[in-house]
Every structure is written in C-alpha cells, then in structure tokens.
C-alpha cells in the first residue's frame, strides 16, 4: 500500500537497432529542450534584470545581457524599496503571506484527513451525497463565493485581517484536501480498522495509530497543492486585504501603480521572483512525493 | 457450558434476507467450522459474531451473555483475518501489543505475554520486523500471534489460510489445530475448503443460501449428509448422484441400464415403495474391484455395475476415472496399479452400506 515499489519504467526507445536507438532519443530530446528553452526563457530574462542597474535597463531594453551586474536591487526589493509610501520592500508581505499559507495549508490539511477518514471508513446513511456536496467546491469558481465571504468576515469583524484569509483558504480548502485524503484512503483496507476495532481501538486511536502512519504520501500532496494554490492566490487578498495586511501576491501589484511614474523594473523583477521562491521551493523539494502522491492507488 | 449460542438469527441487508433463522451452540472448547459456497453467508455470520456487522434479529449469547449490542472489544473476542489486517506501519512487536495497549495492560504484562505467545508460535525472531518484510506463513503466525495475546473466550477465523500456497496452508492446518489443541479454546473457524472443515473441525455447520443445512460432526456430515447439497458440497472428488427407481424387491435400478437391481441394506429401505424415483448417491471412492468384497466383509452387501471409461486422471496417490454408467456420468476413484484405460468397460462392486438416496423433488436424504 504506502511502500514505495521501484520498478522500471518501459521504455519503448530502448530497443531495435543502435541507428534507430539514436535518431529516436535525440529526436526527443531535441523536442524536449526545445520546449524547455521556451518555458525557462522568460524567467531568465527576469532573473536577469534583477542584477541591471535601472539606467541600463532603460538604455538597452528588456531583454540584454546584462553589462553591470549588482545584488543590491534584490536588498531594495527585500527592504527599503517604497510601496505606498512605506518604505519597508516586500518583506512584511512576504511575511504576511507565510502567515496566511502555512495556518491555512495545516488547518485544510488536517480537516481533510479526519474528514477523508470519516468518508471512507466511517460511512453513514448519506456519506456519498455529503462527499458529492463536498467536492462541489472544487468545480465552484471563486469569485462566486466573494460575496458570500464579504458578508461573514464582516459578521466575524476579520475583514481586511490575515485571520480573515486563513479562514478563508481554510474552508475553501477543504473541497480537495477532503477529495483527495478521501480517495486515497479508500485503498487503505477496511480488515485495519476492523482488527483494529477488535482490538479495542477507537475512531481517534485508530486515526492516529493506523491511519495517519499511512499517510504521509497524501500529506505531501495536499500540502504541496493547498500551500502554493494558497501563496498564488490574487482575488481574494487584493479584494478582502489593504495596506499593511496584504499577501505579497497582492502587493506588488502596487510597484506598477506606485505613483512616482518611475517604474524601478529591476527591483520589481527581483521582488516577482521572491514571491515565486517559495511554491518553486516547495515543488523542487517535493515534487517528485507529489507526482507519486497523486498516481498512488490509481494503478492497484 | 455452551460457550456460543445462536438463536434464531437472520441478517437482511435492504430487502436481502441473507441468513435465515440460524440457530447455532458451541461448547467450551470447541472447533466449530462454518462452510459453505462463496455467498453463502458464512463470513456474515462471522461478521455478526465478531460485532463488525448488526444484528437483523435473533440473539448471539457469549458464556451466556446477550452481546447483540455489544461493541466489538466488549465481546471478548479475538479474530484473524482472511487478509491478516497486520497494521503495516507497526513492527511485528507493535501489532501484538496494540490491543492490551488499546486496553490499557500495564508495560511489563505486555512484553510477558508478547513473550510467552511468540515463544508459542516460534515468531521471537520477528518481533522486530515490519509486516512487509515477512512471508505469507510469517504473517499468518504473527496475525495469530496477534489473536493469541488477547487469551478472549472465542476465537474468530475468517479464512485465514486461503492466501497461502497449497504446501503452506496444509502445514498451517495442523499448526492451527495443535494450537487449539494447546491453548483448548472456543473457535469459530470459517472456510470454503471442506477438506479444511473436515480436518479441523470438532463440528461443522454447513451454510448455503443463508440457510444453515447442516451442523453435526465431520464424520455425520460425510456419511449422513441431510440432503443433496451437503452431500454434494463435502467430499473431493464430489459424490456421484443417478437418477433410479426402487425396485419391487426394495433395490436401487439405475435408470437408462440394464435394469439390473442394487440390492439395498435393511436399515435403508424403511419409508420406500416400489416404483418410486430416487437419487442414487456414491461416492467416487466407494467403487472397487469386485474382487475386493470390500462389502462383504463388514458384513454388508455389494451392487456390481459396469461401467465405461471416458477419461483418466492419475493424480499419484489414486487414480480418477470419469466413466458413463447406463449412460449417466459417473466419477470413480481408483487404486493407481488397476491399469484402466479410456474405452474400457470395467466391472466394479458398490459398496451399498456407503449410499445415500435422496428424494428427487426435496432433495432431502430419504
């Protein structure tokens, strides 16, 4: 079930003769890089920027190499660059947003897995019907609930507050942390939980005890999707957040809107690129836990 | 004391009656085996015993306490599972210690009784091991194991030796049954296999349809089998039925034959009259060479027939003919040295004390 099984991918390039051996693999890969380049360009461009004073910027256009090259605009990024008339850069927003993501990643998280859990081994009369409301939530587009949002965080006092967007992201979560500990727990063998309730064991010994040592796999998942779905979220920061309490993604909108009409396109690149560090972080660390993650129990 | 009864239960899932009014005792100590075609509710009643599935109506009483209700762990009860259900992310120590820690035994008691139990199965080598690192007949020990530290009033076995291969199931038969012999406990035990039932089993219950058939001691249940499914169901290769008529004489006729009359014992022909259609049952193995008198000399008497080999299967130890007597299909079991070939016509003698008629509407045993 959880173990990991390496096993050999087939591998259909890996027969016939040496000449089609060769012309098939570089045909791929050719393709491949060919694609890659595409893709990874743009980033290096601002990447690039980042280290180009503004004038030369200016002077050659976007997209030179770089003749100069300087770190400081990644420190003005980080601290002294002026937004909105405080001149602190993107780290308070930067910290804003780790407060939001990581409670809201823990909480969706963990309601998931005791709500996967009661799905899928504590069924009760209409638990298929509850399941199917619950999911609805992932086909629900998000601006539909902003209304419905604006009223309960002014009923609850949390709007433009952080508080208010980790419940936010908590329970619009919810849908697919509970969709994905769901089916993953299906695989899990009722006859555990039988034994397990044979041997005394109740719902919290049980979830504890047997289920949640077999979940780390699904853990890595919803934690990968709900902490970069959550750091990437726009609508909701920049409709429900002002000033001091915005997520970073929100806030650097105000570099373009800064109002001096001089736009600084080096530090506002190497402030882009520090909002995409941490969800490009987290994949390179996990990524591959999420891929397995994600096809685990579709083939059994 | 009566350490299981049954009372009148029946289980219905929607509209679904699958187990009727099941009634069912055990005595202390007891090897009681619950057998019968897949879908025949015998896991169910497993199920309901074990607390794991509810009672429709009816009453299960353990050492005479009413446990309809009753959760699962306050029923005394320990059960192995046709899966093992070993918890996999526990070491072998773990599994069997979950349980008295569910329950709260004190730290030194556990490892005591972990000890005395793997010492008992031969399991002390793999109590620090993982679940997926032991074999199928380890984790069938362990699974045990688990079951044993628990020392209830009723062990529950689901069919636990089904995963096994053919060699390993058969050694774990008889560690199964040096193991009751051992530890003198009531077991509920179910199986598909009737040879399972056969060797294990102080009495078995035979289910089909959710309808209890039958539930006697092996060997009532293989020479006095009820009717013609538990006749059918226990024995391997599966006993023989033909269409007959009783005879003037109160013999047995084989229809489509000769019309030549298999002479019955006086103890099996009270209740029949002459004309009367019957199933003539006959166990493969209770054909031989006339010869033999095999019969004869317990004293009783022999039908000789004749029949035609269309098929030979030597499995080493006996050889089975598939064989047409009187044009009915007629399975023979056979010393491997009685050189039969396919085409031959071979004489054989019944052993009439052996038979069993069964009347061909109710198929009840007449």
């Not at chain 2, 029946?10 to 009727?20: A, D, N, T, Y």
């Not at chain 2, 056969?198 to 009717?227: C, H, W």
């Not at chain 2, 002479?263 to 209740?271: E, M, N, R, T």
Request: charge should be neutral; charged fraction near 20%; glycine fraction near 8%.
């Amino acid at each position: 079930m959880a173990d990991v099984i390496a096993h050999h991918e087939f591998d259909p390039l890996s027969t016939g003769s040496p000449r089609r051996r060769i012309l098939s693999k570089s045909a791929v890969y050719a393709l491949l890089i060919v694609f890659a380049v595409c893709y990874l360009l743009p980033l290096l461009i601002i990447f690039l920027n980042t280290l180009r004073p503004l004038q030369e910027i200016v002077r050659t256009g976007f997209i030179a190499w770089p003749h100069e090259v300087s770190a400081q605009y990644w420190g003005e990024a980080w601290g002294s660059f002026c937004i909105g008339g405080t001149c602190e850069g993107v780290s308070r927003f930067f910290k804003n947003s780790l407060m939001m993501a990581i409670p809201a990643t823990v909480f969706s998280t963990a309601i998931g897995l005791v709500n996967g859990y009661i799905l899928s081994k504590w069924r009760f009369r209409g638990a298929d019907a509850l399941f199917g409301l619950v999911t609805l939530g992932v086909f629900l587009p998000a601006q539909m609930t902003l209304l419905p949002w604006a009223f309960v965080l002014g009923k609850l006092g949390l709007s433009n507050s952080i508080a208010g967007l980790v419940l936010i992201h908590t329970v619009q979560g919810i849908s697919f942390t509970t969709l994905f500990c769901r089916n993953y727990f299906l695989n899990v063998p009722d006859d555990l939980i039988k034994a397990a309730r044979i041997d005394g064991a109740g719902f919290w010994r049980i979830f504890r005890r047997i289920i949640l040592p077999l979940s780390p796999p699904i853990i890595i998942v919803t934690v990968i999707w709900q902490f970069t779905g959550i750091w990437n979220e726009f609508l909701f920061g920049a409709v429900f957040t002002s000033g001091d309490h915005q997520p970073i993604t929100s806030a650097i909108v105000a570099f373009s809107g800064s109002g001096t009409g001089e736009r600084h396109y080096n530090v506002e690149a190497a402030a882009v690129i520090m909002a995409a560090l941490p969800p490009l972080f987290i994949y390179l660390v996990g990524g591959k836990y999420f891929v397995r993650g994600l096809t685990q129990g579709a083939v059994k | 004391m009566s350490s299981l009864v049954i009372n009148d239960l029946r289980k219905s899932f929607g509209g679904v009656e699958v187990l009727k009014n099941i009634n069912l005792s055990a005595e202390s100590g007891e090897f009681i085996a619950l057998v019968g075609p897949s879908g025949c509710g015998k896991s169910t009643l497993l199920a309901m015993i074990a607390g794991l599935e509810s009672v429709t109506s009816g009453e299960i009483r353990i050492e005479g306490r009413l446990i309809n209700n009753e959760a699962p762990k306050n029923r005394d009860i320990a059960m192995v599972f046709q899966s093992y259900a070993l918890y996999p992310t526990m070491t072998v120590r773990d599994n069997m210690s979950f349980g008295m820690e569910s329950r709260r035994v004190p730290k030194a008691e556990q490892a005591e009784t972990i000890a005395r139990v793997a010492a008992l199965l031969q399991i002390e080598p793999l109590l620090g091991r993982k679940p997926s690192q032991l074999s199928g007949g380890q984790r069938q020990r362990v699974a045990m194991g688990r079951a044993l530290v628990r020392d209830p009033k009723l062990f529950l076995f689901d069919e636990p030796l089904s995963n096994l291969d053919a060699k390993l199931r058969i050694e774990m038969r008889s560690e199964i049954k040096k193991l009751h012999q051992n530890v003198a406990k009531t077991m509920v035990y179910v199986t598909h296999d009737q040879i399972e039932a056969m060797t294990l089993a102080s009495r078995i219950a035979v289910m089909f349809k959710g309808i209890l058939q039958q539930y006697d001691t092996p060997q009532n249940i293989y020479e006095r089998p009820v009717n013609k499914f538990v006749a059918g169901f226990m024995g391997s290769p599966t006993m023989n039925f033909l269409d007959a008529t009783i005879s003037p004489d109160l013999g047995v006729i084989v229809d489509g034959g000769d019309g030549k009359v298999l002479p019955l014992q006086d103890g099996q022909i009270a209740g029949l009259v002459a004309g009367q259609k019957v199933v003539f049952g006959v166990r493969p193995e209770h054909f031989s060479p006339v010869e033999e008198k095999r019969a004869e000399r317990k004293g009783g008497r022999s039908g000789v027939v004749s029949v035609k080999v269309d098929m030979v299967e030597p499995t080493g130890a006996e050889t089975i003919l598939m064989t047409k007597l009187a044009g009915q299909d007629v399975v023979v079991s056979c010393e491997p040295d009685d050189m039969h070939a396919v085409g031959d016509e071979v004489t054989l003698a019944i052993d009439m004390t052996k038979i069993c008629l069964f009347d061909p509407k109710t198929e009840a045993r007449l």
